[in-house]
């Protein structure tokens, strides 16, 4: 068997002195998309945050490929390929759809570029806006542009926070057929916080369900049955 892309033993965070994280198990195959689920408040953002040494752990291991990355700081965790599209999405206002694409580009180098004409055959609208403001975008154009802008990073592990939150059914569509895109690719392992369940049906091959801190379950999507949901993720 292949090393998972993704393998987090034992993380332990804490803001303060109250601990959030008790103690985190998740493992992210390559090329596979591992839904991470539980009710608000749990430690999602948190872990993901923790991944991209956004946040430091007090306890745990976090390797890529094999490789342990505790000791990288976050610049050198985007650009050993690890790419971030935050809750909230958290593109620049005032920067137009290209000078946000531009972010990327100016990580990656030229190699960016390369990836601009798949990042507008996904999202074909940021082409249409490139000269707007982020800030007039819908949020459902934002969120497309901060895919596009993480997606231009060619990461081999693609972290997204809650992409359907609050963004328009229609668009959320076209979220579902990236990721599917994405999938058939086979280039990027991705690891996607959603509450949808049906969402996460869809597009994932493993779930991940946190509470208070803590892995509760998981598996294959097809063992996330109506009992596991009522349980541990309806409100
Ligand atoms: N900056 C902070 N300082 C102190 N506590 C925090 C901070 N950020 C989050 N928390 C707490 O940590 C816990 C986990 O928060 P986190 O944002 O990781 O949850 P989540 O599962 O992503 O929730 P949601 O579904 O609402 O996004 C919560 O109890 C939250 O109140
Ligand atoms: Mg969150």
Request: hydrophobic share 40%; aromatic share 4%; with cysteine.
């Amino acid at each position: 068997m292949s090393k998972p892309r993704l393998q987090i033993k034992d993380l332990q965070v804490a803001y303060g002195q109250s601990t959030i994280l008790k103690g985190i198990d998740l493992s992210v195959p390559a090329n596979e998309l591992v839904c991470l689920m539980g009710r608000n408040g749990v430690g999602k953002t948190t872990t993901l945050k923790t991944i991209l040494g956004l946040l430091s752990q007090t306890a745990g291991s976090i390797d890529m490929d094999g490789e342990c990355i505790d000791s990288l700081a976050t610049a050198e965790r985007v650009r050993g390929g690890i790419a971030y599209v935050p809750q909230g999405r958290d593109i620049f206002p005032n920067l137009t759809v290209w000078e946000n694409l531009q972010v990327s580009i100016v990580v990656k180098g030229k190699a960016a570029r390369q990836h601009l004409d798949r990042v507008f055959d996904l999202f074909p609208v940021l082409k249409e806006m490139l000269k707007r403001k982020g800030g007039v975008l819908s949020g459902g154009q934002q969120q497309q542009l901060a895919i596009g802008r993480a997606l231009l990073l060619d990461p081999k592990l693609l972290i997204l926070d809650e992409p359907t939150e609050g963004i328009q059914p229609s668009i959320i569509d076209q979220i579902e057929d990236t990721l599917l895109a994405l999938k058939a690719e086979k280039r990027m392992s991705i690891l996607l916080v959603e509450q949808y369940v049906d969402f996460a049906k869809s597009v994932g091959d493993h779930f991940c369900i946190m509470e208070k801190g803590s892995v509760v379950k998981t598996g294959t999507i097809g063992e996330l049955d109506e009992g596991t949901v009522a349980e541990f993720l309806t409100v």
